[in-house]
């Protein structure tokens, strides 16, 4: 007699070309999951994940991406939305259009992705959804205003949603990387002029910014983090991972009063 095997439970995966994304998918699919991976591309070949073509900026394209995958797949478990891009600069030098295209992707993007996958996992009588935020989500951080914007838009987003599919029995889940080695680095969009009246500053910030970045991890330890939410029946809110120094910031931001708060974080930050 054959024995009966439990169908794979299956994950949808934006931004898995590279970085934070390409990592949790590999780990995933390790681990047994059935992976399907997003992105813009869908020629990048990840190990063990079936990869889709989805521009999170285009409703078309990601109605389009969780169509394919629930026709492949016939079900939809968790989704992790990772797609995005960060941003540095002084706030007065963004253009509103270039403001617009950070919120677009890393707000909207993950909005769009949230919206299309609702209705199959209501109909599959549960469901989670890892919105991956980061610890600029929970501390604005100078020259890098609209990035942390965004994702403090998506923390907001995140709590509210959370309280609205609890019902379907659907879990919705934050997490918030601090510094991690990948590739989000080197694609960075940077606002800038020679004539910027913050130059100096943000030069200065940036070298420092830049050679921390290249001491730190590389990102398996959110995949690992991610596979163990995905598999909590009762996951809490937010979930912060990173270097010692960057939770402790972050924790005190939520203890200290305002003054003693801004006196630490400029000395963290050499600024």
């Known amino acids: 007699m054959t024995q009966f095997q439990p169908p794979r439970r299956v994950v949808l995966v934006t931004g898995a070309t590279a970085g934070i994304g ?6 995933l699919a390790r681990r047994g999951w059935r992976v399907f991976g997003a992105g813009r591309r869908a020629n990048v070949p990840v190990e063990g994940v079936e990869m889709i073509v989805m521009d999170v900026d285009d409703d078309a394209s990601v109605r389009a991406g969780v169509e ?11 989704v992790i939305n990772n797609a995005g891009f960060s941003t540095r600069g002084a706030v007065e030098d963004f253009s509103i259009e270039d403001a617009k295209a950070q919120f677009e992707t890393n707000f909207f993007g993950a909005l769009r992705v949230c919206q299309a996958v609702l209705p199959a996992m209501r109909a599959n009588g549960s469901g989670c959804i890892v919105n991956m935020s980061s610890l600029a989500g929970l501390v ?5 205003g609209l990035y942390s914007a965004s994702k403090f ?3 907001g987003l995140s709590e509210s949603l959370r309280h609205e599919t609890r019902p379907f029995n659907i879990r919705v889940v934050l997490v918030e990387p601090g510094d991690f080695r990948t590739e989000i680095g080197a694609k960075r969009r940077f606002y800038t002029s020679e004539k910027s009246a913050y130059r100096s500053a943000f030069e200065r910030l940036m070298q420092r910014r830049a050679s921390h970045a290249a001491a730190s991890p590389t990102p398996e330890p959110i995949a690992r983090l991610v596979e163990e939410i995905l598999n909590m029946e009762q996951p809490k809110l937010r ?3 990173g270097l010692r120094q960057q939770l402790l910031l972050a924790r005190a931001k939520r203890f200290l009063p305002q003054s003693l708060f801004e006196w630490a974080f400029i000395r963290v930050m050499g600024l």
């Open 239 to 241: 979930y912060a991972v």
């Open 22 to 27: 390409r990592v949790c998918a590999e780990h």
């Open 140 to 144: 604005g951080l100078p020259f890098a």
């Open 68 to 78: 394919t995958v629930l026709a492949r797949a016939g079900r939809l478990d968790a």
């Open 153 to 155: 838009a998506l923390e």
